[in-house]
């Protein structure tokens, strides 16, 4: 969590694309992704996003003089494995993070070695940045959840649990796809009228969850939790994270197990891991409301207090097939963060995810939940922008919406920006639904 040459803002690169001032991926990010040439067969390979530039770990790894150690640890990553780096120690990664830095860095030595290593992003494929194995979605946004709540119980809308336990559910590693991805509109069962059998097709109430993405880094062995304090060393990054979810499967099929079928057809992610050493000048202390219960001791720490949060802004765009025809951009739906809306840090999540022995391996996703600002236009999901489908959204071509319809795309944004540090951004994440099979 510490500050280093790295995060300086005086930094600049020799790619000049990324000294632009909104760029998402200026010198002081390095995010990992897995790309290849488009329209190639090449196998995956690592590499780290740079303006408008993916650096080859594999190339720069031939190419470029790197120590020793340096070396050792670019190995896997040219061979396009993220998930050793992911899981070895923090040391390295920082090591690592400076290496790659200094190469490019104005002035570097190694510039004209690794000029050739550079494929402009618009030339590349891009895949799921790393290995992902399993999947566990939390809830921890407390304004989405009393939103939620407030739909099915006016009265009550957190449920007693909430404040003392994340809540979260296993979903599936097989469905997650990365930026880009289009996917069928499900079909399933949902409720019928009372008294009548189900009815079953195309989920006609399909949404988006505005979430992060957790990636785990170091594992922990079965049977062994980890403390608060170590938990921020098991977190390798962060991406951006939609959890489609089919809202009237999922109000039939929910009880008493959770989501199921209405959330396992498709989870998108955006292609680049922002590390927790990149995130490091945008740290927050955790604290509760007045009058909120403090975590159970297993769950608190004076670092996590301090620093356990992490300000990201985020954003959600929508592109209609008729805006796309019409050669019409994507129009913003809302914003928000995780400022005051996350009500656990990711340390928390994965020291209660460990709590009973559970054994986390790298390349294990944990999403956030759904991550809405306090005010109604700041809604991380239709469900809530809509009123659960009561009130639709006009859009500025004269569409209107209640859920999403076939051609859609929805698209994640989210950045990070603070006082005295350089701006960073996490790239798109985008979907499309494609009409039901
Ligand atoms: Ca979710």
Avoid at 188 to 211: C, I, M, V
Avoid at 228 to 251: K, P
Wanted: net charge negative; charged share 20%; with cysteine.
């Amino acid at each position: 969590m510490t500050l280093d040459a790295t995060h300086d803002t005086a930094l600049r690169s020799w790619v000049e694309s990324a000294n632009l001032a909104d760029s998402d991926f200026p010198i002081q990010n390095l995010p990992y992704g897995r790309f290849r040439r488009a329209s190639s067969n090449e196998a995956w390979r690592i590499g780290v996003a740079i303006g408008g530039h993916i650096l080859d770990l594999n190339l720069a790894a031939e190419k470029g003089s790197w120590p020793q150690k340096i070396a050792a640890l670019l190995a896997p990553l040219a061979e396009g494995r993220l998930n050793p780096l992911m899981g070895g120690p923090v040391a390295d990664r920082q090591a690592l993070r400076e290496a790659l830095s200094q190469a490019l860095a104005e002035g570097s030595a190694q510039q004209s070695a690794l000029q050739p290593c550079l494929l402009p992003m618009a030339d590349a494929e891009l895949s799921v940045p790393c290995e992902i194995g399993d999947y566990t979605d939390f809830y921890t946004g407390i304004h989405h959840a009393t939103a939620v709540g407030k739909l099915f119980r006016p009265d009550n809308p957190l449920l007693p649990n909430y404040k003392w336990v994340p809540i979260g559910y296993h979903g599936r590693g097989s469905s997650i796809g990365v930026s880009g991805q289009s996917f069928p509109r499900p079909l399933g069962q949902t409720a019928g009228e009372a008294g009548k059998p189900p009815n079953f097709g195309p989920s006609q109430r399909l949404d988006y969850e505005l979430e992060l993405g957790f990636l785990v880094g170091q594992a922990n062995a079965l049977g062994e939790r980890l403390s608060m304090d170590e938990a921020e060393d098991h977190l390798f990054g962060v991406t951006l994270l939609n959890d489609w979810s089919a809202r009237d499967l999922q109000a039939w099929e929910y009880v008493p197990l959770g989501p199921f079928l209405a959330k396992n057809f498709a989870t998108t992610v955006s292609p680049w891991v922002v590390t927790m050493e990149a995130l490091a000048p945008f740290r927050s202390p955790f604290k509760r409301a007045e009058g909120d219960p403090q975590p159970l001791p297993y769950l608190d720490s004076k670092t996590n207090r301090e620093r356990g949060g992490v300000d990201i802004e985020l954003e959600v765009w929508l592109q209609t097939k008729k805006m796309r025809d019409a050669g019409q951009d994507a129009v913003r739906l809302s914003r928000s963060g995780t400022a005051g809306a996350a009500y656990w840090t990711p340390a928390q999540l994965l020291a209660h995810h460990t709590v009973n022995g559970c054994n986390l391996q790298p390349g294990d996703l944990l999403g956030s939940g759904t991550l809405s600002g306090p005010e109604p236009d700041q809604a991380g999901s239709l469900l809530e922008l809509t009123q659960g489908g009561k009130q639709a959204i006009t859009l500025p071509n004269g569409e209107t919406r209640k859920f999403l319809e076939d051609g859609d795309t929805l698209i994640l944004r989210g950045h990070c920006q603070r006082e005295g540090a350089r701006r960073i951004g996490f790239g798109d994440c985008a979907g499309t639904v494609l009409a039901a099979r």
